[in-house]
């Protein structure tokens, strides 16, 4: 048995540090959490000290006992657990659950899963934290109040299985009173000026007119005043000027340069980074600093002497802007510079080489630029046109790495030829063409951390969870906008020949931007009408400051609960008794037919528009929205049209066909099948030659394209993307497979290696009594038979479970009670308390 117990969070940050230790050190993992707040009740003693009540889960019990056993028998136990606040109150929960002797228990803390890091750490012991302990309890607390008080608040006046919570409700908020911004944007058109001109040395560069003119007219006047004008360079300036690099990674930052660069999720860019630190690779994913240590620079420093040159070096130390930084790291960096990418899944490399080349990029010299201005006369009238060039006289970091940005219409610069002041120029072109004022960009999920970032809104820690809980909960989803064609007008003059041309352009088209949907409009609304100061950003922010201020021991986390619960909770209650159902109704018009109000509102499955009223002795009739339409756009035309549909259009083999809209839009059905419309076609101008189109098209679509195993196999487009079906199995189609053109060797492949990825996944299989277990996503796995399936906990080793066991795992499930369609209200009574609140330390922390 081993003298010294380390225990850490996760498996493969254990598997990573045992590598490092010898022989007398056991690393265990406690599977993140061992205990948290009941799922059941509050869990909160709202009228004593707010003292949490913990409970270790069910699927936590195997590992909270197999770790007392660990510990009773090691000489020393060893909380190595993150460097956060989370970290400790994890580190906490271990030495209470387990029950560990003070003398023989020591908490250390690394900022990288490195050889040199962790031997210093042991070196260096120190006591838990109970300052940082009592910062997270403070917010998990705080959150469980208002999650568990708003949303039953929600089910009865707004609609059941909704909930509330303190960040991910302003988050909301956020996204919808941009999307009203955009509903309220009125376009203005103005005219733009560019031009063409070429050199003496017959070298052509662009310029434009730095003013717009705002009527067609006036643009038209100002080219026709070109006509048999001659044009000389006026004015020439030369400066020169620098660029520097941005600082290493902060989790924000990665986040929103994931998204930009990679085109990763909040959550996945997480995951991935994740993956990296536990694997060694990268410093502590979860920061808001932006230093690097010295050991770091020096390292940096190293290696671009040794792969650049010493002109490429410049070491620097950055400060952080980030409102309320939480305890000082170093920013994300790859542990080891002199490694440039690592052995590790596709999106991890990608990952790391983005984190070494900002990180490596931080401490290399600045790019020296030339930019260039020119202005230029015309001989017929007063007004200058300028043309802007960069150059790059040294590259410097850009050798390495280039920032990206959020906005679209960013105009690069580009390089101009050479001129001189007087330097006669010849006009090839001038172009007036007709622009519109753009409405505010909907939110990325990079904009969107970076926007919270700025108002002090939630840490590190929280951004992927919220962005994943507003899509999860269907307040937000990624847009699927494809935009609508605008036309424009064109004068041109060339030659000293004026025209007109009208051209079109696609406008709106905003694919994988987070859009508020009827749903999260609706509980935003009530939530700012009756709890606008829970939803105040001032107020958020604020929260996070205390949450810091008992972090650093200057606040006491019971006091800030107390003045916050004072005022909180006597308005749920009176929000509970007074306020009005709300449904985001609005009253459209009357039905010419029956005189009853036509209206639009949040139902059941989604936004719909209903005649009549619930009071009415008749049913009131209802039909659902279009997909693109919204509780605040529908109109009281487009909203009568939807009680045309269903419409019998036809027959086809014998077989009527019909169109209607459904909850996944518009189709057309005939017999027992259903096609699609497009996109923003119109269920009310389809008629049976256009629905003729879409069934063949289907049948076609439908029709085996070769035959494998003596099985059809089809192919289609789905939400994911293009894929085969065979044998009632369906196979995604990557881009390395061009899909309109399969080869009968692309599609044997394809099901090939779907085939043995299907036997990679299955871990046993009892085929006599139709059991298997298999993998699952995230290191997990599960049991299936027929249509039973049962998650395992991470902490199971599936490979090890016999047919009696997963048996007898089938008989626990079969014998619990189905649970109640109707979620009960959380009870809010005073909670026994198993744990007392963490007490401060002795020492306080400097």
Request: hydrophobic share 35%; charged share 35%.
């Amino acid at each position: 048995m081993a003298k010294n117990l380390v225990i850490v969070e996760s498996p493969a940050k254990a598997k990573t540090i045992e590598k490092f230790l010898g022989k007398d050190y056991t690393v265990e993992s406690s599977f993140g959490h061992i205990a948290d707040l009941p799922t059941k009740e509050l869990g909160v003693d709202t009228e004593g000290n707010f003292t949490p009540k913990y409970i270790v889960n069910k699927d936590k019990k195997d590992v909270v006992n197999k770790l007392k056993k660990l510990a009773k028998n090691a000489d020393m136990v060893w909380l190595a657990s993150d460097e956060d606040r989370e970290g400790e109150a994890i580190a906490w929960h271990l030495a209470e659950e387990l029950k560990l002797d003070k003398n023989k228990t020591k908490r250390i803390v690394f900022h990288e899963i490195t050889k040199t890091a962790i031997l210093k750490a042991i070196e260096n012991p120190r006591n838990i934290n109970y300052d940082l302990v009592n910062a997270q309890q403070a917010r998990r607390v705080l959150d469980r109040l208002v999650g568990y008080e708003l949303s039953p608040i929600l089910w009865r006046k707004v609609k059941g299985g909704l909930s509330a919570g303190r960040v991910q409700s302003v988050s909301v908020r956020l996204i919808v009173e941009r999307e009203r911004e955009i509903q309220d944007f009125k376009a203005e058109a103005s005219f733009r000026i560019d031009a063409e001109f070429t050199n003496e040395e017959g070298k052509s560069f662009k310029a434009k007119l730095p003013k717009n003119f705002d009527t067609k007219e006036e643009a038209g006047k100002f080219l026709q005043q070109n006509i048999g004008a001659n044009f000389k360079v006026a004015d020439l300036t030369t400066k020169p000027a620098i660029k520097s690099p941005a600082p290493p990674f902060t989790t924000s930052t990665l986040q929103q340069e994931a998204s930009r660069k990679l085109y990763f999720s909040v959550s996945k860019t997480m995951t991935m980074a994740q993956r990296l630190y536990e694997a060694g690779h990268i410093t502590y994913m979860r920061t808001d600093s932006v230093n690097l240590s010295d050991d770091a620079r020096n390292g940096a420093k190293k290696e671009i002497l040794k792969a650049y040159g010493e002109k490429y070096s410049k070491t620097r130390q950055f400060k952080g802007k980030s409102k309320g930084a939480q305890e000082a790291h170093e920013a994300i960096r790859p542990t080891h510079f002199d490694i440039h990418t690592v052995n590790a899944d596709r999106d991890e490399v990608r990952l790391y080489e983005l984190i070494w080349k900002r990180a490596i990029a931080s401490q290399m010299s600045e790019a020296q630029l030339e930019r260039t201005n020119v202005k230029i006369d015309a001989s017929k009238h007063d007004k200058q046109f300028t043309a802007n060039g960069e150059v790059l006289k040294f590259d410097g970091f850009l050798k390495v790495y280039m920032e990206s940005s959020d906005e679209e219409d960013e105009e690069q610069e580009g390089m101009l030829p050479a001129l001189r002041v007087n330097e006669k120029l010849e006009n090839n072109y001038i172009t007036a063409t007709e622009r519109f004022t753009r409405p505010p960009y909907r939110y990325t999920e990079a904009s969107l951390v970076k926007q919270l970032e700025e108002l002090g809104i939630g840490r590190p820690s929280t951004y992927a969870p919220t962005i994943s809980t507003i899509q999860n909960r269907n307040y937000v989803e990624k847009g699927t906008i494809e935009g609508s064609e605008r036309k424009y007008e064109q004068l041109i003059l060339k030659k000293d020949k004026y025209s007109e041309k009208q051209l079109t352009e696609t406008v709106g088209s905003d694919k994988g931007k987070l859009v508020p949907t009827a749903v999260g409009m609706v509980v935003n609304d009530f939530l700012v009408n009756h709890f606008s100061n829970i939803l105040d950003y001032n107020f958020t922010a604020k929260v996070e400051q205390s949450f810091d201020d008992i972090a650093e021991g200057n606040e006491e986390w019971t006091t800030m609960m107390r003045d916050f619960y004072s005022g909180f909770h006597p308005q749920v209650l009176d929000v509970a008794k007074n306020a009005e159902r709300e449904v985001g109704e609005r009253i459209l018009g009357e039905d010419p037919a029956t005189g009853k109000p036509v209206s639009v509102r949040l139902g059941k499955f989604g936004p719909m528009v209903q005649i009549g009223s619930v009071e009415d002795e008749e049913k009131p009739r209802f039909a659902g929205l279009m997909p693109e339409q919204t509780l605040d756009s529908i109109t009281y035309e487009e909203a009568m049209d939807l009680f045309k549909l269903p419409k019998e259009i036809g027959e086809y083999e014998g077989e009527p066909v019909e169109v209607n809209n459904g909850r996944f839009g518009p189709y057309v059905r005939y017999g027992k099948k259903f096609v699609s419309l497009e996109k923003g076609e119109d269920p009310m101008s389809v008629d049976m030659d256009r629905a003729l189109e879409l069934i063949e098209a289907k049948e076609k679509a439908d029709a085996p394209i070769h035959m494998y195993d003596q099985k059809p196999v089809q192919k289609g487009v789905g939400r994911f993307g293009p894929f085969l079906k065979w044998n009632d199995i369906f196979i995604n189609v990557n881009k390395k497979y061009d899909f309109d053109n399969l080869s009968k060797e692309d599609i044997e492949e394809l099901i090939e290696d779907k085939k043995q990825k299907e036997k990679d996944k299955v871990i046993h299989h009892w085929e006599e009594e139709g059991i298997r277990v298999e993998k699952a996503r995230w290191g997990r796995s599960h049991i299936l038979k027929g249509k039973t399936k049962i998650e395992l906990p991470k902490t199971v080793d599936a490979t090890k479970l016999s047919l009696e066991e997963v048996k007898d795992i089938l008989e626990k499930k079969a014998k619990k009670p189905a649970k109640k369609a109707a979620a009960k209200k959380p009870a809010a009574k005073k909670a026994p308390a198993k744990k007392a609140t963490a007490k401060k330390t002795t020492s306080k922390k400097k």
